[in-house]
T-cell receptor, first 116, second 114 residues
Framework: AQSVTQLGSHVSVSEGALVLLRCNYS??????LFWYVQYPNQGLQLLLK??????LVKGINGFEAEFKKSETSFHLTKPSAHMSDAAEYFC??????????????FGTGTRLTIIP | ETGVTQTPRHLVMGMTNKKSLKCEQH?????MYWYKQSAKKPLELMFV???????ENNSVPSRFSPECPNSSHLFLHLHTLQPEDSALYLC?????????????FGPGTRLTVT
């Protein structure tokens, strides 16, 4: 079984400041981890993913995340926030990519607000 | 069309109506999913189809009935819904067994039950 905890349902940062969105996971096997972004009235778009290769993962729009097994964490960061980053962010985990393990379990999401 | 498409984008229906949501994936994937996204709740996986066979039904009420006629199309048939069924319904697809695995999502159908 697997689960995801996202600390902070709302995060506000000033434009140009560091963005840090937290995600901790629980998994019975080495996990696959994902960050998705959702803009209003849209579906989910993949930002980045960890699938057992490099632990520091770079994604789109300047975001990156680091897989830390010892901390069971996969926090999302961006050095400098932009107004267009305002959205809802979801962390998700799966047990792998084979049939039966590929299902995603999502966190409750973090709404990111950018202060001008 | 590219990626995952969903129609309609918005749907308003009464509790006695019957309607269907449609999802189509243009990615050649072998698995498709229905999710429900309600306000202040995590995304809920409703149904999974792998190789056109339903492999999971997460205790979804029978008023929701999925159909997967082929690997590219997925439907969600709705009948006698309740107001609490109002939500954003998201479809996704993936290529299972792919080392570079990810799920691709459609834009969703915003359903309002009156």
């Amino acid at each position: 079984a697997q689960s995801v905890t996202q600390l902070g349902s709302h995060v506000s940062v000033s434009e140009g400041a560091l963005v840090l969105l937290r995600c901790n996971y629980s998994s019975s096997v080495p996990p696959y981890l994902f960050w998705y972004v959702q803009y209003p009235n849209q579906g989910l778009q993949l930002l980045l993913k960890y699938t057992s290769a490099a632990t520091l993962v770079k994604g789109i729009n300047g975001f990156e995340a680091e897989f830390k097994k010892s901390e069971t964490s996969f926090h999302l960061t961006k050095p400098s926030a932009h107004m267009s980053d305002a959205a809802e962010y979801f962390c998700a985990v799966s047990l792998g990519s084979n049939f039966g393990n590929e299902k995603l379990t999502f966190g409750t999401g973090t709404r990111l607000t950018i202060i001008p | 069309e590219t990626g995952v498409t969903q129609t309609p984008r918005h749907l308003v229906m009464g509790m006695t109506n019957k309607k269907s949501l449609k999802c189509e994936q243009h990615l050649g994937h072998n698995a498709m999913y229905w999710y429900k996204q309600s306000a202040k709740k995590p995304l809920e996986l409703m149904f999974v189809y792998s190789l056109e066979e339903r492999v999971e039904n997460n205790s979804v009420p029978s008023r929701f009935s999925p159909e997967c006629p082929n690997s590219s199309h997925l439907f969600l048939h709705l009948h006698t819904l309740q107001p609490e069924d109002s939500a954003l319904y998201l479809c996704a697809s993936s290529q299972v067994m792919d080392d570079d695995y990810e799920q691709y999502f459609g834009p969703g159908t915003r359903l309002t039950v009156t």
